[in-house]
Structure formats: structure tokens, C-alpha cells
């Protein structure tokens, strides 16, 4: 009998997500955006949360974005004020602005962005009670 599965839980599952790869085709093909804004925006939920990101933060990282797009965001040295949740964002960005060319793919980044800030401040308001 082979041995049964190390169990995990959903955090640790969608924290191994790819949110590049899933930003990369959900931002230009509409197949993929409900999954980008299913499990993506869940996993890079948790994962920022773990990293200690404030939902604010990603909500201004979203303002630069609307004002001057993917790459010039993914562009700034500490788009997030911890070095490694920064370098993270960073790298998600830049993988999005490497494909995002198409037509409201920034706009969908945008609600993106927005989408795991309110994630992560419904994780943390459900922790406090």
C-alpha cells in the first residue's frame, strides 16, 4: 500500500500557487482571469499576508499602476515596504508587464491588485474574532 499523502492545508497549497504564470495569462486571456482572480488573488493573499503586507500598501502599489502602469511599478526598489514581500511584488509585476500589452490588461491588474488587499484584510479581520 503506498504511504499516504503528507496532508496540508489550503493556505500551504495556494501559497505554492504560480501568481506570475497566473498573472501573465490572466491579465491578456479571459480563459484564465477567473482563475487569476480565484486562486491567484487567494494565494498571493496569503502569501503577502504571511510576509506581513498591510492591505494598504497593495492599494497604493494599485494607484501606481493606474498612474504609471505595470512597468514603471514593478520598476521601484521597494514598491512594498518589507525587502522580501517587495521582491516578490516586483517580480510579479514585472512578469505581468512583460505580457500585459494588450488593451485593459493594466485595468485588470489594477482590480487585481485591489482584489488581494481586500482578501488580505478579510483574512485579518477574521483572525481578530
Do not use: C, H, K, N
Amino acid at each position: 500500500m503506498p504511504p499516504t499523502p503528507e496532508s496540508r492545508t489550503d493556505d500551504e497549497v495556494l501559497a505554492a500557487t504560480d501568481v506570475t504564470m497566473l498573472l501573465r495569462y490572466g491579465l491578456t486571456q479571459d480563459a484564465f482571469r477567473g482563475a487569476l482572480f480565484g486562486d491567484g488573488a487567494v494565494a498571493a493573499a496569503v502569501t503577502l499576508d504571511r510576509l506581513g503586507v498591510l492591505p494598504r500598501s497593495l492599494v497604493f502599489v494599485a494607484e501606481i499602476v493606474r498612474s504609471g502602469g505595470l512597468a514603471y511599478a514593478a520598476g521601484l526598489p521597494e514598491p512594498l515596504p518589507s525587502p522580501e514581500a517587495a521582491a516578490l511584488l516586483r517580480d510579479w509585476l514585472s512578469g505581468a508587464a512583460q505580457t500585459a500589452t494588450t488593451p485593459g490588461a493594466e485595468a485588470w491588474a489594477v482590480r487585481w491588485l485591489e482584489a488581494v488587499a481586500e482578501i488580505i484584510a478579510l483574512r485579518r479581520s477574521t483572525r481578530r474574532s
